[in-house]
């Protein structure tokens, strides 16, 4: 029988070569850490469905904040809890909200030593848990109306300190909102990391624990995309390139490698992936489980978001994944 004289093997023979070969390689600044801090709080609470992970208090979280910079990661990225929660999320633009108060105690911990990155979103902050303020006949989250928030969302955000916004709420228009807010504002020099391609995803659930964040009525697949869409993914990439959006984010990862494969190869923008928190908890539970080999599993599945083409990964194993490669 004839036999090809290509043999792959030869590269896999010995740690060295394939080491030598390794074609995606991880890199600590690759990593970006959400953090969750609440309003009120005087010791950190651990999350029930992420072990591991933990609704901060201001001080604990300068802690971990400083751990993940120490340890080398690419930025970070806060979501707030407010103590109240109303019809409008009327905590989120405070300018003593939650995440006003951790932007402006990080900068001065941390200088410009790492990115700090603040979620735009409305779900913690009102008491329904939508994305935004309701329709008068509380049909859906009202779009436009929903933009003005957002548009002094950022504001606050920019004047606390943030480096990045990162909308998430998906209403369409956004961007361009937030990008007019925050430039006649004196900040033009800030950066956009749009929530692109957000799918409507049963992986949020343990997150919605961690931000408490669960709509108390209805769902959000009004504004949120549907898992069987691809094309419209890069609909709502061009949509918010055209906007201002300085880099672009598909949510969430491991699902949606073929997202992230096809924005990638068309834009040349950053591209961010966030490894959410169901394929944090899955994992994690395999392994308390003795089910999965952690580590290596926590590092392949990463591996195979910057392989299908995102150089940023939010992720909760950010510190750990950074301490691990220094
Ligand atoms: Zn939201």
Redesign the pocket.
């Given at each position: 029988m004839a036999f090809s004289t290509d043999r792959p093997r030869r590269l896999r023979r010995t740690a060295a070569l394939r080491r030598l070969v390794e074609q995606t390689r991880l890199h600590p600044a690759d990593f970006v850490l959400p953090l969750f801090v609440k309003e009120g709080l005087a010791e950190p609470q651990d999350v029930a469905s992420m072990p591991g992970v933990q609704q901060h208090s201001l001080e604990s979280l300068r802690k971990a904040a400083s751990e993940a910079v120490s340890a080398g990661v690419g930025g970070l990225i806060l979501f707030g809890i407010p103590e109240t929660k109303d019809a409008t999320g009327t905590g989120a633009d405070a300018e003593a909200g939650i995440v006003q108060q951790a932007l402006r105690a990080l900068r001065s911990d941390l200088g410009d030593s790492t990115v700090l990155m603040a979620d735009l979103?409305?779900?913690?902050y009102t008491d329904h848990g939508?994305?935004?303020p309701m329709t008068s006949d509380s049909a859906t989250v009202d779009n436009d109306v929903t933009l003005m928030r957002y548009a002094s969302v950022a504001r606050a955000q920019v004047e606390a300190g943030a480096d990045v916004i990162a909308p998430?709420?998906?209403m369409d228009g956004q961007v361009g909102v937030i990008r007019d807010a925050i430039d006649s504002a004196g900040y033009a020099d800030r950066a956009i990391l749009a929530y692109a391609a957000k799918y409507s995803s049963a992986f949020y659930g343990p997150f919605r624990d961690a931000a408490e964040?669960t709509p108390s009525f209805g769902d959000?697949r009004g504004y949120q995309m549907d898992p069987a869409n691809a094309d419209e993914a890069l609909r709502e990439v061009f949509a918010d390139i055209e906007q201002g959006a300085d880099a672009v984010m598909v949510k969430p990862a491991g699902p949606y490698l073929d997202v992230i494969a096809r924005v990638a190869s068309v834009v040349d923008l950053p591209v961010a992936a966030y490894q959410v928190s169901g394929e944090y908890a899955m994992l994690e539970a395999a392994a308390a489980n003795g089910w999965i080999e952690r580590e290596r599993a926590i590092v392949e599945s990463v591996t195979a978001i910057k392989r299908a083409g995102a150089q940023t990964i939010l992720t909760y194993w950010a510190t750990e994944l950074a301490a691990s490669l220094r």
């Open positions: 979103c409305l779900c913690e939508h994305c935004g998430s709420g998906m964040s959000r």
